[in-house]
C-alpha cells in the first residue's frame, strides 16, 4: 500500500512539475498556434507583442493572456487599425491548447482591457470589420449551402468584460457617427444554452452625429439589464432593467430579433417618474449647479417607441416625445422663479425612410419676471439638406435671468434683450453662403447692457445694439459700448448669422468701427493664479506674474475699417488712427494704418498672428518726423536697435521692415527679429552727456568735439539678423574730419563698432609746424592721416581703442613720398641740407614728451616757416626714414593724447 502511495505522489508531483513547465516550454508553439488561427480566420493582419500562459489561475481552465494585441485592415482599408487592445485574457480548456491548427478553441472567458476598436463604412459601402475568410466553396454557398467548419475560435462565454475601453462607428455613406468612450460593460451568462439570461451592466460617455449635427454630445449613459437570450432564434428580450441618460432614468422594454437579412426592433421606453425634475437631470453634470434645494411644480415627461426593420434601406419607425405642462423651478438662494414652462418636442418617422425623420417642437415657452418668452420650430430632412423653421420672440431681463439661473460667482451682467425674429433656411444654402435661399425677418435689441467678469478688467458697458434681420444679410445697424477709458462705435453687416449659429462656420462681414479713446489696457487681463516667474536680466532677479496669451478670435472672418482719435498703447498715445484691419484665420491684416505719434506720422502695413503656440508679426513701417527723443523714451524698440540716438536732438524718418515672435501680451520679442531698415537724420545737436560712448569718444579724441557732429540728412541701411543689428558704412564729419561708420551691435548689449577718421594736417599744431613747414601749403592740404577707432564693450560700458601705429605709418610714408618727389625735382643738394638739420639735431619736435603729458602751448600755424625744403636725390638713408617715423609718431600720439582745447589751423598764417 505504501508502494502504491509513494507512486501515486511520484505521479502527482511530476503532472505539478508538468504544469509548471508547461506555460514556458510550449509559449512560443501556442503564441504562433494563435496568431495562425487568427490569420487564417481573418482576412486582416493579426498580431500581438506576447503571449502569457498559466495553467492554475483559472484551473481547471487554462489563462491565456495577449498583450498589445492589434487588427491592421486590408484593402480597401489598408493600414487603419481595427481594433487593439493593450491586454486580453482567455479561460479556456487545457487540452484545447494542444489542438491543430484546424481544430476550433474553446473560450469560456473574456476579458479585454483599454482597447480601441474603429468600425467604418466609406463612401462606396464597403465595412472595415467585413473580415472574415471565406474559402471558394463559401464563396459559391448560395448553391451549395455547404456549412464551414470553424477552425478559429468558439465562444462558448460563461463571462466577459470590456474594461475602459473606447468605440466609434463612422458611416460615411449615411453620415452617422457614433462614439463610445470611457466604454466599461460586462456581461454574465451561459451562453451554451440555447435559451438564458445574460445580466449586463454597462456604462458609456455617447455622442452621436448625423450629417455634422450632434443630437447626443459625450452624455453619461449607464444601463443595468438583464437579457432573455434566445440563440437559436437569435432573439434579445429585456426583462428587468434601469437605464440613465446623465442622471435621467428610463425604463426599457421590447426586443431585438437578429434576422437572417435585417434586424427587427420592437422597444419602448420612459421615464418612471414626471417629476419636473427629470429635466435637470437630463443635462449634463458640468452645465448644471448642485439641484440640491431646488424646488419644482409641473411635469416632464419623456416616452417613446423604435420598431420596424432595420435594413440597408429602411430604419425603424419612431415616436419619441418630450413634453412639460405649467412647470416653474425655483433654486434656493436665488430670488427669482421662472414659471408657466410648456413646451412639446417630438421626434418622428412613420414611413421607416431615413430621410422623412423629423423634429417638431410645435410651442415653447416660459415666464420670467412677468414676460413671457416663446419660440417653437421644424427641422425636416434631417439626413439630407436639413430645413430649419424657427421663430423665437420675448423680452428678457438679464439681471432678473442671473436671479433665476445660478452663473459663476465672478460673473455678473444686467440689461434688457429684445427679440423677434424668424428664420427659414436649408443647410445647403448656410454651407454655400447662398444667402439668397435664406429667409430671415425681425429685430433683435440688446440695451443697458453691463458685464463685470474675467473677459475684461472693468465693466464692459453696451448702451444700445440693434440687430436688424429684413434682409438676407443681416445688419448690425448700431453697437455703442464702452469699458474703463475705452468707447466703441460699430455699425456694419453679417454676412452668414446662420452659418455662424448652426454650421460651426466664421462669421463673416464687414463692420466700421470708430473710437474717441481706445485703450489697449482695457481689453488686457493677467492670469487669476498666484504663480509667478523669476526671470534674470542683466543680472539682476525680477519676480513676475505670468500674462494671459491675447489670442485673436479664430471664429471671425471679417473687414473693419477704423479709426480713432486717440489709442493709447503701452503709455504710448497714438493720435488720428485709421485703416484697414481684416481678421481671419486667427491672424490680424492690417493696411494703410495711419497715425500721428511722437510729433511725426507712422504709416503701417503688416500681420499679426496668434496661430499656433508662438504668436508672430510682419511688419512694414513707414516712419515721418518722428521726435528722437520722444521716440527713444516710447519705443523699447529704438532703445535696442539704436541705443546712440538718446544723444540726438532732432527729428528721424525710417523705413522699416521686420519680422519675428510676440510675447504672450503681443509685444515683439526683440531678439527674435529680422529684417531691414532705412534711417535718415535729421539733426544738428548733440548732448554726450546722454551717452556713454560718445562722452569717452569726446574725451579720447583729444583734437575734436563730438558736440561738432554733422548728422543732418546722414541715412544709412539697418539689418537685424540673429539678435544682432548690423550697420552698413555711413559718412559724417566732424567739422572737416570725415567720419565713416559700420559695426553691429547685439540686443543683449554688446558691440563691434569701427570709426575710420580721416584726420586732416593741420590739426597736429605747433607740435607738427617744423615737420611740416619743409613742405608747401598746397602739399599739407592734402595731407590726412586715416585713424581707425575701435569700438567695443557693451552700450552701457563701452571701450575705445585706437590704433594710433597705423596712423604713424601713413604719416611717415606720406611725407617721405613727398620729399621723393620734391628731390626728383630740386636735386640732392638741397635734400641733404633739409637732411642734416635733422641729424644734426635741430629737430622741431624735441618738447613732444612734455606736449604728451598735456603741457602745450598755443597752436601755430605750420606754414609760416622758412623756405620750402630743397631738393635732392634718392640718397635719403634709413636713419632719416627712421627719424621722420619717429617725430610722426610723436606727432599722432600727441594729437590724441592732448587736452581737449579748441584746436587752431595751422596752415593759416599769423
Keep these: 500500500m505504501k508502494k502504491i502511495l509513494k507512486i501515486v505522489g511520484v505521479f502527482v508531483l511530476a503532472v505539478v512539475v508538468l504544469l509548471i513547465a508547461a506555460p514556458f516550454l510550449l509559449k512560443d508553439q501556442i503564441a504562433q498556434v494563435i496568431k495562425d488561427k487568427l490569420n487564417n480566420s481573418l482576412n486582416a493582419q493579426v498580431d500581438f507583442a506576447e503571449v502569457d500562459l498559466s495553467l492554475f489561475s483559472a484551473f481547471p481552465d487554462a489563462s491565456l493572456n495577449l498583450k498589445k494585441l492589434q487588427v491592421i485592415n486590408k484593402e480597401p482599408f489598408v493600414g487603419d487599425t481595427l ?234 419607425k419612431m415616436d419619441i416625445k418630450v413634453s412639460s405642462q405649467n412647470a416653474s423651478f425655483k433654486y434656493p438662494d436665488l430670488p427669482q422663479t421662472v414659471r408657466n414652462i410648456n413646451f412639446n418636442a417630438a421626434l418622428l418617422n412613420t414611413t421607416g425612410k431615413v430621410e422623412d425623420t423629423y423634429l417638431s417642437v410645435p410651442s415653447a415657452t416660459f415666464n420670467l419676471a412677468g414676460e413671457t418668452v416663446s419660440a417653437k420650430a421644424l427641422v425636416t430632412r434631417l439626413t439630407e439638406n436639413m430645413k430649419v423653421d424657427l421663430e423665437a ?8 435671468l442671473k436671479q433665476a439661473i445660478p452663473f459663476p460667482d465672478n460673473t455678473s451682467f444686467n440689461g434688457i434683450l429684445d427679440l423677434d425674429i424668424a428664420t427659414v433656411f436649408d443647410m445647403e444654402s448656410v454651407e454655400n453662403e447662398r444667402y439668397a435661399n435664406i429667409q430671415t425677418k425681425g429685430l433683435a435689441k440688446l440695451r443697458d447692457f453691463t458685464y463685470q467678469g474675467d473677459a475684461f478688467n472693468q465693466s464692459f458697458d453696451v448702451s444700445t445694439a440693434v440687430i436688424n434681420m429684413n434682409n438676407s444679410r443681416v445688419k448690425l445697424e448700431s453697437f455703442n459700448a464702452r469699458t474703463g477709458n475705452t468707447d466703441l462705435n460699430a455699425s456694419g453687416t453679417i454676412n452668414n448669422l446662420i452659418g455662424f449659429l448652426f454650421e460651426d462656420q466664421k462669421l463673416k462681414g464687414n463692420f466700421k468701427v470708430s473710437s474717441d479713446q481706445f ?143 510676440l510675447s504672450n501680451d503681443l509685444t515683439p520679442v526683440l531678439t527674435t527679429i529680422a529684417g531691414d531698415a532705412f534711417a535718415q537724420l535729421l539733426t544738428d545737436d548733440v548732448d554726450t552727456s546722454q551717452n556713454k560712448l560718445l562722452n569717452l569718444l569726446d574725451n579720447k579724441l583729444g583734437f575734436i568735439d563730438v558736440n561738432d557732429l554733422n548728422l543732418r540728412d546722414i541715412t544709412t541701411k539697418l539689418k537685424l539678423n540673429n539678435g544682432a543689428v548690423e550697420i552698413a558704412p555711413f559718412d559724417f564729419n566732424i567739422k572737416d574730419i570725415k567720419v565713416v561708420a559700420s559695426g553691429k551691435h547685439s540686443l543683449s548689449n554688446s558691440m563691434d563698432y569701427t570709426l575710420n577718421l580721416e584726420v586732416p594736417a593741420k590739426y597736429f599744431g605747433k607740435e607738427g609746424a617744423s615737420l611740416l613747414s619743409k613742405l608747401e601749403s598746397k602739399e599739407i592740404d592734402k595731407i590726412t592721416v586715416p585713424v581707425p577707432v575701435k569700438l567695443g564693450g557693451s552700450i552701457s560700458s563701452p571701450s575705445v581703442d585706437l590704433n594710433l601705429d597705423l596712423a604713424v605709418k601713413n604719416l611717415t610714408n606720406q611725407i617721405i613720398e613727398i620729399q621723393k618727389q620734391k628731390l626728383k625735382d630740386k636735386g640732392e643738394e638741397a635734400a641733404n641740407n633739409a637732411i642734416n638739420d635733422i641729424l644734426q639735431g635741430n629737430n622741431p619736435l624735441d618738447n613732444i614728451k612734455d606736449v604728451i603729458k598735456g603741457d602745450k602751448g598755443q597752436v601755430k600755424d605750420s606754414t609760416q616757416t622758412t623756405s620750402p625744403v630743397s631738393t635732392t636725390t634718392d640718397s635719403l638713408k634709413q636713419n632719416t626714414k627712421d627719424k621722420v617715423k619717429e617725430t610722426a609718431g610723436n606727432l599722432i600720439k600727441d594729437l590724441f593724447g592732448r587736452n581737449k582745447k579748441k584746436p587752431v589751423d595751422t596752415t593759416k598764417a599769423k
Design 83 to 316: 481594433f487593439y487592445s493593450d491586454a486580453i485574457k482567455l479561460s479556456l480548456p487545457v487540452m484545447d491548447l494542444f489542438n491543430e491548427v484546424g481544430e476550433p478553441i474553446e473560450v469560456h472567458e473574456l476579458t479585454i482591457d483599454d482597447a480601441i476598436a474603429r468600425l467604418k463604412v466609406n463612401a462606396t459601402g464597403a465595412a472595415n470589420w467585413d473580415i472574415a475568410v471565406r474559402d471558394s466553396a463559401f464563396a459559391k454557398a448560395e448553391t451549395t449551402q455547404t456549412p464551414q467548419e470553424n477552425t478559429g475560435f468558439v465562444f462558448d462565454l460563461n463571462h466577459y468584460e470590456i474594461n475602459n475601453s473606447s468605440f466609434s462607428y463612422i458611416d460615411e455613406e449615411s453620415k452617422n457617427v457614433l462614439l463610445l468612450n470611457e466604454l466599461n460593460h460586462e456581461g454574465t451568462g451561459d451562453f451554451s444554452l440555447n435559451e438564458s439570461t445574460l445580466q449586463t451592466i454597462t456604462n458609456a460617455k455617447v455622442t452621436y452625429e448625423l450629417d455634422g449635427i450632434k443630437y447626443i454630445n459625450d452624455q453619461d449613459v449607464s444601463l443595468v439589464a438583464d437579457v432573455l437570450m434566445n440563440l437559436d432564434d437569435q432573439r434579445y428580450t429585456f426583462k428587468e432593467n434601469e437605464a440613465k441618460v446623465n442622471d435621467l432614468p428610463l425604463e426599457l422594454d421590447g426586443f431585438v430579433d437578429l434576422e437572417e437579412n435585417s434586424t427587427l426592433v420592437d422597444l419602448t421606453f420612459k421615464t418612471p417618474s414626471s417629476d419636473f425634475k427629470n429635466f435637470f437631470a437630463l443635462i449634463p453634470q458640468e452645465y448644471r449647479s448642485n439641484l440640491e434645494g431646488i424646488t419644482t411644480t409641473g411635469d416632464f415627461i419623456v416616452n417613446g417607441t423604435i420598431n420596424g426593420e432595420v435594413t440597408d434601406e429602411l430604419i425603424p
Design 519 to 661: 485703450d489697449t489696457s482695457d481689453f488686457m487681463s493677467t492670469t487669476t493664479g498666484s504663480k509667478e516667474e523669476t526671470i534674470t536680466t542683466e543680472n539682476k532677479s525680477v519676480a513676475t506674474t505670468n500674462n494671459e496669451a491675447i489670442k485673436i478670435p479664430d471664429f471671425l472672418d471679417a473687414q473693419l475699417d477704423f479709426n480713432a482719435n486717440r489709442v493709447i498703447y503701452d503709455n504710448i498715445t497714438l493720435n488720428d488712427v485709421s485703416g484697414i484691419a481684416m481678421v481671419r484665420d486667427e491672424t490680424l491684416f492690417l493696411n494703410d494704418l495711419k497715425t500721428k505719434v511722437f510729433n511725426g506720422t507712422i504709416g503701417l502695413d503688416g500681420t499679426v498672428s496668434t496661430k499656433g503656440t508662438t504668436p508672430k508679426f510682419k511688419m512694414a513701417l513707414n516712419m515721418n518726423e518722428l521726435d528722437i527723443a520722444q521716440s527713444f523714451q516710447g519705443f523699447e524698440m529704438f532703445q535696442k536697435l539704436v541705443p546712440l540716438i538718446n544723444a540726438f536732438k532732432g527729428k528721424l524718418n525710417t523705413d522699416l521692415e521686420i519680422q519675428g515672435d
Design 393 to 400: 420672440r420675448g423680452i428678457i431681463d438679464l439681471l432678473k
